[in-house]
Structure formats: C-alpha cells, structure tokens
C-alpha cells in the first residue's frame, strides 16, 4: 500500500505585477501536495514551476501527480520534472519529520533580515522602496534591471548607491536581459562603484546575458572586478552540474523549487562547496520552508544574504498561515 497522494492548485496575484527582463509577472501558479500514510501522519510539498526558467509548466507536473492515481510510492521522477522532483522529495522530508525546525538555523524574523536580501521594485521606484527595506532590517537589497531605458537605470544606480549606507551591499538582476555591450556597461558602473569605499558595494551583476552565452560572461568576469553570478543558466540541477563542469567558478544563483531533487543538490553542494547565494522562486510557505531547510544544509556560516525577501509582495495573507492552514484554506 503506497501514501495517499493529495492535490491542490493554487494561484495568487502579486500585490504589484512585478517587472523583470521576461516581462511582468502578474500570477503565481502551483501546486500543494499532501502525503498521509497509514498512521495519518502528513507531509507537505510545492511544486512552483517557472517555466521561463527551464522548469516544467503547472499543467506538467499536474498530469504527473494524477497519473499517480492518487498514491506515492516513491518511483522514479523524471528530470523533466525539477519542480515536480522538488515538491514530492521535499513532502517526503516532511512526512519524515526532515524538515520541521530544520529552516530556523536560517534567522528570518523582522529583527535578523541582515540574513535575507531585501527585494526592490524594477525602475525608479526602487529609490522610494530601498529606505524601507533598510529599516525593516535588510542590509543586502536586490534590484531587477534591463527593463528600462540602460541610461536612466544607471543614472537611478548612482542615486541608489548613494542614498545607502556604505556597509549595504546592493545586487543587479538582469534576468539575461542584456546585450554583450549593455553588460559592459553595467559593469563599467559597478567597477566605478565599487572602486569608492564610501559608497555601497554592487554585489554581483546577476545573469546579464542568456544562458546561452556562457563563455561570454565568463570572459566578462576575467575583465571586470564586479562579481557575475549565474541564475537562468544555472535553473536546474542539470545546469548547474555542466556549468560547473565547464569551468565556472563564479557564483551560482540557486532556487531549490526548481532545481530538482533536493537531495542530488545538497550531494552536488557537499561535493563541489560551490559559491551559492540561494533564492526564492516565489513559492508559498510550504516551498519556502523547504527551501530554506536546504539552504541551512549547504551554506556555511558566513554565506552571502539569502534571496528570500519576497514576503509581502503578494495580495493575500498565505505569508501568515501554516502549512496545513494553507491546505485547508485551498
């Protein structure tokens, strides 16, 4: 007899369509998952696909969790499936008890956001956001760029680094947005940045070209003294594992919602101790605390501000609920 195997979709509207370089993003979509076994003991998942990010779609990883008839017994998950092997790995963690408590080794309250880099609106209005961000404690804040004219998005990174404090530390997303010649030129400004102590430091430039062009942000990186960090490139376990094998060094972007199976990430991460800056991808509390779980497994104790500053930016008020509140709310 396997474990009950129980489904429910979701969807939630973002409090404001948020803005990247695949354009804006109005509705996050997903899936909850429940395991019950024999006992009534239950565990939680998400599977959170991202399409645009190499990920399955929801209408994928649905049709694999019914064709299951309505059990699990732990079968083989396809790796076409990174959000779906995410979602049911992570429920089986949880029916286990592997998760529960595991994710607070990672401060998240309102007094410790040091530990989480706060999440800025694309454009100009990051300039009215940032002072809010730092009061709620955040001392690493990330900005989505390439979806406004390149000029006025440097002259507003002047503006920003300048109204910070100069113990901030501010990182650029460009969501792979970037010619070879805006990338220089972003890099150009952070260079100038960061050569002056009394301004914030820029991070890293995130993903300025297509994952496709690898070799070419690589060579960017030999040139300029800003960091590149990979994240569309690096999506899936799959990615992350030929990045690697192809030299790169740098830092790696990573959403364990879709990433894959999180425990071949945390083999790959015990094996390699990659420089990792991990990320939300928008999922719910249940994905969240899976995520983190991970994160507090495989990050040392010094690691770089987590991506996870993403509570808050939805019109709902899941943030404030439990996993099982959640699944009795769907």
Known sequence: MGVELAIRLYQRRFAQPLHTAHGPWVWREGLLLRLRDSLGRVGYGEVAPIPWFSSESVAEALAFCHAQGGEWRCGEIPNSLPATQFG???AQADLAGQIAGQESAIPTDSLANAAICGLLPAGETAL????????QGHRT??????VGSIADEIR?????VGNLPSDARLRLDANGGLSLAQAEQWLTACDRINANPQLATVEHLEQPLPPDQLAAMTALGERYHTAIALDESVA???QLEHCWQ?????????KPAI?????????FCQQHQPHLVFSSAFETIVGRQA???IAARCSPSLAPALGFGTQGWFADDWDTLTPAELWDRL
């Open 88 to 90: 049911l790995e992570s």
């Open 128 to 135: 009215e956001i940032a002072p809010q961000r730092l009061a």
């Open 141 to 146: 804040l990330k900005w989505k760029i390439g």
């Open 156 to 160: 507003w990174l002047d503006q920003l």
């Open 236 to 238: 899936t376990l799959a």
């Open 246 to 254: 192809q030299g790169w060094r740098g830092v790696f972007v990573v």
């Open 259 to 267: 990433a894959g199976s999180p425990q071949q990430l945390e083999a």
């Open 291 to 293: 995520a983190l779980a």
